[in-house]
């Protein structure tokens, strides 16, 4: 299916567990984003990637690690999740505008 | 830090009004676009406006900017029961990074 798709939808974990969060764009889009979505601060852009091996903190990128070694992936680690980490993620790719996924909604017991 | 900001935070009107909802950020930017989210769903893009443009039409929606106040407006007129969302204005500054403010909530009764 063409677009941009995330995976998990849904991730319960606990404090300490690594957890990654995959996303993959279909458009070839050189880039890719992701956000958190939290009440009361709208998106915050935590990573992005403007091509294949390149990528650069966002406004808050502590606790988050990123890869994009193909130009259609782009997962987003947490290495030792956080209760603070607890929230929606969005991945998006830019072509014109910026399309984004579903969204992933973690909770970090 | 968030670059826009939307005004007001939150608007409720009856089906058939026009909505304006207004952004403004600090920066220079080189476009601004404007998002729906509604409930639980991820965002859709609806328009994009660059910094040398002034008015967009799409549908239903007109968007303004005007650089020198730093700020964009988005009209949705004749507006629909369908049209109960969260709005969010986002800034693309040169280097790429985009920046979202905290969004309205709007609702439109029938």
């Known amino acids: 299916d063409a677009g941009i798709t995330q995976s998990p939808r849904y991730k319960i974990t606990e404090t300490g567990r690594q957890v990654t969060l995959m996303c993959h764009q279909t458009?070839?889009?050189?880039?890719m984003f992701w956000y958190r979505q939290d009440l009361g601060h709208g998106l915050r852009l935590i990573y992005y990637?403007?091509?294949?091996?390149?990528?650069d903190k966002g406004e808050v990128p502590d606790g988050y690690v990123v890869s994009r070694s193909k130009t259609e992936n782009f997962p987003l680690t947490l290495e030792s999740a956080t209760r603070s980490q607890t929230s929606v993620y969005f991945c998006?790719?830019?072509?014109?505008?910026?399309?984004f996924g579903p969204g992933t909604r973690l909770t970090v017991l | 830090s968030q670059q826009g900001e939307e005004d007001p935070q939150a608007l409720s009107i009856q089906e058939g009004e026009n909505a304006t909802m207004n952004c403004s950020y600090k920066?220079?930017?080189?476009?601004l676009q404007w998002y729906r989210q509604n409930s639980g769903r991820g965002l859709v893009h609806l328009i994009l406006?660059?910094?040398?443009?002034r008015e967009k039409h799409s549908g239903r929606l007109r968007v303004t900017l005007d650089t020198s106040k730093k700020s964009s407006s988005l009209l949705i007129t004749a507006s629909r029961a369908a049209d109960t969302a969260s709005y969010f204005c986002?800034?693309?500054?040169?280097?790429?990074?985009?920046?979202f403010g905290a969004g309205t909530r709007l609702t439109v009764k029938p």
């Open positions: 920066t220079s930017i080189n476009n």
């Open positions: 458009w070839s889009h050189s880039y």
């Open positions: 406006i660059r910094s040398n443009e």
């Open positions: 986002a800034t693309v500054l040169n280097n790429n990074d985009m920046r």
């Open positions: 998006a790719s830019s072509g014109g505008g910026q399309f």
């Open positions: 990637s403007a091509a294949a091996d390149i990528t």
